[in-house]
């Protein structure tokens, strides 16, 4: 299991929020989702998804990814 925390661009309501949510969870592989919507961050866990699908949903769902920091375990 590896966690993520992904850096957004530009979330600024709870839609926001849950359009992220929404994107990121529709990936293979991702088991959890949480969002900070006002600390513009989310924490992904899952299995064998990269940061390039990460950002694609991200940006699928209106944003932008800006950086990631990963963790294994």
């Known amino acids: 299991m590896t966690t993520t925390e992904i850096t957004i ?14 994107e990121l969870e529709a990936i293979t592989g991702v088991t959890s989702v949480q969002v900070d919507q006002p600390g513009g961050k989310a924490q992904v866990q899952s299995t064998n998804v990269t940061h ?10 209106g944003y932008e990814a800006l950086e990631f920091a990963t963790s294994n375990g």
Do not use: Y
């Open 9 to 22: 661009k530009g979330m600024t309501c709870g839609h926001c929020a849950a359009s992220v949510t929404k």
């Open 52 to 61: 390039e699908q990460m950002a694609e949903a991200v940006e699928e769902a």
